[in-house]
Antibody
Framework: QVQLVGSGGGVVQPGGSLRLSCAAS????????MHWVRQAPGKGLEWVAF????????YYIDSVKGRFTISRDNSKNTVYLQMNSLRAEDTAVYYC?????????????WGQGALVTVSS | QSALTQPRSVSGSPGQSVTISCTGT?????????VSWYQQYPGKVPKLTIY???KRPSGVPGRFSGSKSGNTASLTISGLQAEDEADYYC??????????FGTGTKVTVL
């Protein structure tokens, strides 16, 4: 079955950087787009970024454009989120999620999440 | 990219039906038949419950159903069970491979 294992979370100072990873298994990783979604403590879900199956196109929520970069390595079945110029409001659990076969339809499987805390 | 609007909470007794609304705009909910719903227990990972407005993934009980009218989508849980007590989030495709989630609704089983 689909398994997504996130890693790389931690505590970072404002203005700092962090890279999250999400290792995938149980499906043909190179055939599906991948998402990152975040959830601030006690708050709702917020879509952050999406990358095409082949990495050729990337999309972001406005609040992270120019600071975050989504990427993937299909040879390692892994998707990444490079986060730079971090702010306190970026504090959240970050989930990776698999896009559905019809990309627009849904995020059909989710990883366990990585907690990112931005604090001095 | 404003969050879709959901009621903060809904409640019902076991066996009753509850409906959660999800209101957006013509740029998201009203513009595409790609509304999905996610169930999330406290401290747990969200789980896809409905996709493409009214389709259920395999393994999701038939008491969960979805619909849409104009800029508002809805999730109905019929025959409410104790295990349905959770947070529920709608999500809509918003064009150009972007997505927007709802504010979330806590379902309480009385």
């Amino acid at each position: 079955q689909v398994q997504l294992v996130g890693s790389g979370g931690g505590v970072v100072q404002p203005g700092g950087s962090l890279r999250l990873s999400c290792a995938a298994s149980g499906f043909t990783f190179s055939s599906f787009g991948m998402h990152w979604v975040r959830q601030a403590p006690g708050k709702g879900l917020e879509w952050v970024a999406f990358i095409w199956y082949d990495g050729s196109n990337k999309y972001y929520i406005d609040s992270v454009k120019g600071r975050f970069t989504i990427s993937r390595d299909n040879s390692k079945n892994t998707v990444y989120l490079q986060m730079n110029s971090l702010r306190a409001e970026d504090t959240a659990v970050y989930y990776c999620a698999k896009g559905s076969f019809s990309v627009a339809s849904a995020l059909d499987s989710w990883g366990q999440g990585a907690l990112v805390t931005v604090s001095s | 990219q404003s969050a879709l609007t959901q009621p903060r909470s809904v409640s019902g007794s076991p066996g009753q039906s509850v409906t959660i609304s999800c209101t957006g705009t013509s740029s998201d909910v009203g513009g595409y038949n790609h509304v999905s719903w996610y169930q999330q227990y406290p401290g747990k990972v969200p789980k896809l419950t409905i996709y493409d407005v009214n389709k259920r993934p395999s393994g999701v009980p038939g008491r969960f159903s979805g619909s849409k009218s104009g800029n508002t989508a809805s999730l109905t849980i019929s025959g409410l069970q104790a295990e349905d007590e959770a947070d529920y989030y709608c999500c809509s495709y918003a064009g150009d491979y972007t997505y927007v989630f709802g504010t979330g609704t806590k379902v309480t089983v009385l």
